[in-house]
């Protein structure tokens, strides 16, 4: 069987190794080393030299984490949605008691980032701006480093800079996404995406200015708390039990990324994108997002004719190859190809054949 | 090294194997198999008919889940607290908007549930009552089943019957709890405390009035939902990607509880409690806990004179066991043993030797 959904990913043997260590406590010398060296790689890995948290947790967890220790109830969010992932991390917010801008697109178009400079002047009082950077049910990758360049301009003409809240949770590891550089205030990832750990761990991370509204954010939290995090890292511990087992794994799959190099790896996840577009295309396929807005890490194909998505999620496992379907009205009209974190060229020859002899079974 | 903290416990060696199964998606025949597998072994061991549902996350999480789930902001609250864990689940609660009645005692000592009956009587607004079944800090087990007698026999006589809400994150699969009989409305454990798992998964049960009350509930949730988890559950599934890796394990430590027998486990933790205080005492140690009150899961031990309790956990440390000191202000004067979960005679005759051995020394 070979996994290409868009996460979990498959597990490197170094991985499932790590995970298989004998339990150790979590306040002691060995778990502060592993949470050291966990801590300080993914700082790498997110190109910021701001504080980087990890939490117990699913990434949606991240989001939650990030709504909660940002913002106040009834504060005016804008927030930016083409897909089902979009309209989670706005739908967390507005539970949280947000009042959410809803600037929403069309399904396999990326957002429009003229919109968001409309929605700031009509917003003044906006204090945050929510957006995917790589939404998974639809396969596009947004700009952020433009919407990024939106909001600081924004502010430096003297309209009120909302924070920007940004869910990688299924490219950072594998997309140049230079976080600083990009003045990103959080942006929420998730260990079984680009990572090729196990599900369980949401990581993100918090700039100066987060950290600044976090002290006047008023929205409950205890759990997801970013104050007791950091207070508890000075010592590398975390506030409450850590998931120490997929920490190791964790810290073996950071070793590989760190091993193979990130510009190698931004490269290969690049190289991925491209195989599997041309490949697909070649026997039949569509391509539901624009080559120039594509995902590095999900492709969403659709179907030649004849082929319902679900028809083509089964004929495929059936082969060995477990692929995913596309989510909400598309849930038949796409696939969904995952091809992140542990994913090499020969696998996707694999899956290319494969793709090629359903649909030329017929 | 033999780990003998209050949690994370050592794992045995089918629950390692387990996690270093290759992944699979969340979404598929397997998994649900697993899921479904998970969840019957859960209600079997918390002895309830009623839902349990399963979080990747802390026990933490699972009490912060609780409150989140049943209560909305300005509600009374009665917590229960003689220790460091009651205090945080207090906490949470107040964080989250609750009016809290504290009803607290002297650490080492039980929960006096007269004191529940007089709460009860002051504030008949109350609509919850949070109680530590087994607080960890001090090594001190509660009487649930009495206070929820208490309970009940208010709401006969009348009065406004609150739900109650147990932390039994360190001794629910070691300790007899019938959840159904004793009408607990929502239990928290976690895996890494008698579930012998690795941590990471938080789970719990909901009765049909914790249902009633989840209903009405305004505090805001999303993650934790227990709503949307019950939704999924129906076809084995969770709102977002679950720990799979860890639900392995869990279903692999659940195998062998299940083998051994609900009895015989708590049997044993029975005997490895008596041993432990035994034994300890006869090399000078004092107990924390009076016998009729004391944990079947871990022990808090007063170190002989002239030593603290951080001396007592180097020196066991130095010779290959690792046990925990105390919390709060009895950082220094306690030390605790661990013994639950994969934890048997043998593993408590070298603990105790160890003991004896370094308190001889001097």
Redesign the interface.
């Known amino acids: 069987?070979q996994?290409r959904?868009p996460?979990?990913?498959?597990?490197p043997d170094e991985v499932?190794?790590a995970?298989?260590?004998?339990?150790?406590?979590?306040?002691?010398g060995e778990f502060h080393e592993t949470m050291r060296d966990v801590t300080e790689r993914l700082q790498t890995c997110f190109q910021t030299e701001g504080d980087v948290l990890v939490f117990?947790?699913?990434?949606?967890?991240g989001l939650?984490a990030a709504i909660a220790n940002l913002f106040s109830a009834g504060d005016k969010v804008i927030s930016l949605s083409v897909g089902s992932f979009g309209e989670r991390f706005a739908?967390?917010a507005e539970?949280?008691?947000g009042e959410l801008v809803r600037v929403e697109g069309p399904w396999g178009q990326p957002v429009d980032t003229e919109q968001l400079r409309e929605a700031l002047e009509r917003h003044d009082t906006a204090v945050g701006v929510l957006m995917t950077h790589n939404e998974t049910s639809t396969g596009v990758q947004n700009d952020v480093e433009k919407a990024s360049q939106i909001i600081r301009k924004y502010g430096e003409k003297g309209g009120n800079r909302p924070l920007l809240v940004v869910d990688a949770i299924s490219s950072l590891g594998a997309v140049d996404i230079p976080v600083d550089k990009w003045e990103i205030d959080v942006i929420v990832t998730?260990s079984?995406k680009a990572w090729m750990a196990?599900?369980?761990l949401t990581m993100l991370s918090v700039s100066e200015r987060a950290w600044e509204a976090n002290a006047k954010a008023r929205?409950?939290?205890?759990?997801w708390d970013f104050g007791e995090a950091k207070k508890y890292l000075r010592k590398w511990e975390t506030?409450?039990?850590?998931?120490?087992?997929?920490l190791y794994?964790l810290q073996a799959s950071l070793r590989l990324i760190t091993a193979e190099g990130l510009p190698q790896v931004f490269a290969r996840h690049e190289r991925l994108r491209d195989m599997v577009r041309e490949g697909a295309r070649r026997v039949g396929f569509g391509m539901f997002a624009a080559d120039e807005v594509a995902s590095r890490t999900v492709t969403a194909l659709v179907p030649p004719d004849g082929w319902s998505g679900k028809e083509v999620v089964k004929a495929m496992?059936e082969r060995g190859i477990?692929i995913?379907g596309g989510q909400g009205e598309y849930e038949e009209k796409i696939v969904r190809i995952g091809h992140m974190g542990f994913a090499r060229e020969v696998d996707m020859v694999e899956v290319l054949g494969v793709l090629g002899e359903v649909v030329g079974s017929r």
């Open positions: 069987m996994l959904i996460g979990p990913t498959p597990l499932l190794e995970m298989g260590r004998p339990m150790i406590t979590h306040r002691g117990p947790g699913a990434g949606t967890g939650e739908e967390i539970r949280f008691g998730a079984q196990a599900p369980g929205l409950p939290r205890f759990y506030p409450y039990t850590p998931a120490v087992s997929l794994g496992r477990i995913a």
